[in-house]
Structure formats: C-alpha cells, structure tokens
C-alpha cells in the first residue's frame, strides 16, 4: 500500500521560507510522477509542481503562481520529496498536498497534507 506522509507545514512571516517534506512508501518511487498542489479555504485545488525522474534525467513542472520562488527536489535513497519555498507571500497560506501518479496517468494516491500560513 502506498503512503505519502508530509511534514514541515506551520506559520511564517511574509518573505520567509519553509520546507516540506513527503515521505513514500510501499514501493520504489523512481520514475514516479510526484507532485505537490495546495488548497486554500474556499478555493480550488492548485497545481504547485511535479518532479519525475526516469532514465538519469530529472523532469520539473512548476505553477505560474510559484515559479521562481518555489523549488522540488527528490532524495530517491530516502524516497522523499521536498517542496522549498522561499519569498512567502500571504496568498501562499493553504494546505499543501503530495501526490504520486503510480502506474498511472494521474495522481492516484495523496498525502493527508499540511498547513502552511504566511502571515505577520
């Protein structure tokens, strides 16, 4: 069974910086599609980015809201991905959410998420 676990969520000051963490298991991760979304009160569900690496190349996607200040990486020996986000804005604030596309063209399999707000 997989399980996408996050962390790293919490509160931070407009123009900070947090780390999120999603930990897999229940399988290898290597040329599975990851991504990340959030979603704040009252809103749709958003794409922030999505990391895949397959065949030595490392494959990134990223959300016109968070281009430039956001950044995914992957730790394959760990099966963990992480989600860096620098230069917070108030707009940021939601939960974020790990997903893993496994043996399919879409994200089948989430993560419980985890609560980032920016504010002062």
């Known amino acids: 069974q997989v399980q996408l676990v996050e962390s790293g969520g919490g509160l931070v000051q407009p123009g900070g910086s947090l780390r999120l963490s999603c930990a897999a298991s229940?399988?290898?991760?290597?040329?599975?599609?990851m991504g990340w979304f959030r979603q704040a009160p009252g809103k749709e569900r958003e794409f922030v980015g999505s990391?895949?690496?397959?065949?030595?190349?490392?494959?990134?996607d990223y959300g016109d809201s968070v281009k430039g200040r956001f950044t995914i990486s992957e730790d394959n020996a760990k099966n963990t991905v992480y989600l860096q986000m620098n230069s917070l804005k108030p707009e940021d604030t939601a939960v974020y959410y790990c997903?893993?596309?496994?043996?399919?063209?879409?994200?089948?399999?989430w993560g419980q998420g985890t609560q980032v707000t920016v504010s002062s």
């Open positions: 997903a893993a596309a496994v043996a399919s063209p879409n994200y089948n399999f």
């Open positions: 229940g399988r290898t991760f290597s040329n599975v599609l």
């Open positions: 990391i895949r690496y397959s065949n030595g190349v490392t494959y990134l």
